[in-house]
C-alpha cells in the first residue's frame, strides 16, 4: 500500500479483555516495529521484525503482550488481560533493510482501557 | 488519536520566525540521528536525518546540527507557519541497534 495502514484506529475496551491490534507495512518493507506512545510520553520500543530471523522483544513491558507477523507481512499485536496502564497510541512502524533507520509510521491506534 | 504530550516542552514562536528544537542524546556511540514531526491524530513523519560523520545537514526550510562532543542535536526550521505547529521528537541508532530510541519530545506553537 501507499503507507503504513493500522486498525482500528481507535479501540475502547473493559479491563480483563483482550485485544488485537492490528499493522499492514509499506509492501516491499522488511522490517516491521511496535512503538507505545503514552500521554506526555516519547515513544517506547515494543518489538521488531526482520524478515525470517527471530523478533527482538526486548521492549514489551509485561508477557501479556506479544505480537506476530505472518508471511512477512502484516502484524498482530495481542494484549491480553488488559489494564489501565496499557491505554496508549500503539503505533506500528516499516523500514527497508531492518537498520533502525527512517521508520515510516502508521497513523496509529489509540486504545483506551476502561 | 490523541493528541501527544501534554506535559512536554513547549516552545512558541511566531509566524515567520526561525525556530531552534534541541535534543540532548543519550548514547555516545550512536552514528545515526533522525528528526520526526508529530501532528495531533497522526504518526510520526520524517523530517530529515543525519549521520555521525556529518555535523549539518539542510533540507527544505529545515536544517540538523550534532554536536558529538556534547552528545546535542537541533533542529531549525526557518520561516516558521502554522503548519509546522507539531510534537517534534528526535531519535537516535547505533550501528549495534536495530532500532530507534526516541527523545521525549518538544511542541511547537506557531502564532500567527
Known amino acids: 500500500g501507499a503507507g503504513v495502514s493500522q486498525s482500528p484506529s481507535n479501540k475502547v475496551t473493559e479491563k480483563g479483555k483482550d485485544v488485537e491490534l492490528r499493522c499492514d507495512p509499506i509492501?516491499?518493507?522488511?522490517?516491521l516495529y511496535w512503538y507505545r506512545q503514552s500521554l506526555g510520553q516519547g515513544l517506547e520500543f515494543l518489538i521488531y521484525?526482520?524478515?525470517?530471523?527471530?523478533?527482538?522483544k526486548s521492549g514489551l513491558p509485561s508477557d501479556r503482550f506479544s505480537a506476530e507477523r505472518t508471511g512477512g507481512s502484516v502484524s498482530t499485536l495481542t494484549i491480553q488481560r488488559t489494564q489501565q496502564e496499557d491505554s496508549a497510541v500503539y503505533l506500528c512502524?516499516?523500514?527497508?533493510?531492518?537498520?533502525?533507520?527512517?521508520?515510516?509510521f502508521g497513523s496509529g491506534t489509540q486504545l483506551s482501557v476502561l | 488519536g490523541e493528541s501527544v504530550g501534554l506535559h512536554l516542552p513547549t516552545l512558541s514562536v511566531q509566524e515567520g520566525d526561525n525556530s531552534i528544537i534541541n535534543c540532548a542524546y543519550s548514547?555516545?556511540?550512536?552514528?545515526?540521528f533522525i528528526w520526526y514531526k508529530q501532528e495531533s491524530g497522526k504518526g510520526p513523519q520524517f523530517i530529515i536525518d543525519?549521520?555521525?560523520?556529518?555535523d549539518k545537514r539542510q533540507g527544505q526550510r529545515v536544517t540538523v546540527l550534532l554536536n558529538k562532543t556534547v552528545k546535542h542535536l537541533s533542529l531549525q526550521i526557518a520561516a516558521t507557519q502554522p503548519g509546522d505547529s507539531a510534537v517534534y521528537f528526535c531519535?537516535?541508532?547505533?550501528?549495534?541497534?536495530?532500532?530507534?530510541?526516541f527523545g521525549g519530545g518538544t511542541r511547537v506553537l506557531v502564532k500567527p
Open positions: 512502524a516499516s523500514s527497508f533493510a531492518g537498520q533502525g533507520e527512517k521508520l515510516f
Open positions: 509492501s516491499g518493507h522488511t522490517a
Open positions: 521484525f526482520q524478515g525470517n530471523s527471530a523478533p527482538d
Open positions: 543525519i549521520r555521525s560523520n556529518m
Open positions: 548514547n555516545s556511540a550512536s552514528d545515526y
Open positions: 531519535a537516535e541508532n547505533w550501528a549495534a541497534g536495530n532500532k530507534l530510541t
